[in-house]
């Protein structure tokens, strides 16, 4: 049982730079891997990072790579998404996926037992 509320997003132009949060609750966060996932419209949800459960291995859309960066605080509950250089292309919405209890990291989004709500990041050209 873990609930997840992003935030974070918002508009920012091309190049920018956002910081995303996704705050957990539920005491099996420590044993989750995470993911962040996005949505854009007409499109299927897309693996974009994850991270192991103790934070020791982070993977990456190779379209992100060198770009984005995913790290997790288990003391605080809370997994971060850090995009720089940011391209219209990554407009959509985030959301912050858990996995169930002693899970891999996995680019399936049927992997993650729980989502956020999403929130929208707009990029404009």
């Known amino acids: 049982q873990v609930q997840l509320v992003e935030s974070g997003g918002g508009l920012v132009q091309a190049g920018g730079s956002l910081r995303l949060s996704c705050a957990a609750s539920g005491r099996t966060f420590s044993s989750s891997a995470m993911a962040w996932f996005r949505q854009a419209p007409g499109k299927e949800r897309d693996f974009v990072a994850g991270i192991s459960r103790s934070g020791g291995n982070t993977y990456y859309k190779d379209s992100v790579k060198g770009r984005f960066t995913i790290s997790r605080d288990n003391a605080k509950n809370t997994v971060y998404l850090q995009m720089n250089s940011l391209k219209p292309e990554d407009t959509a919405v985030y959301y912050c996926?858990?996995?169930?209890?002693?899970?891999?990291?996995?680019?399936?989004?049927?992997?993650?037992?729980?989502w956020g709500q999403g929130t929208q990041v707009t990029v404009s050209s």
């Open positions: 996926g858990a996995s169930k209890p002693w899970s891999y990291v996995s680019m399936a989004s049927a992997s993650y037992d729980y």
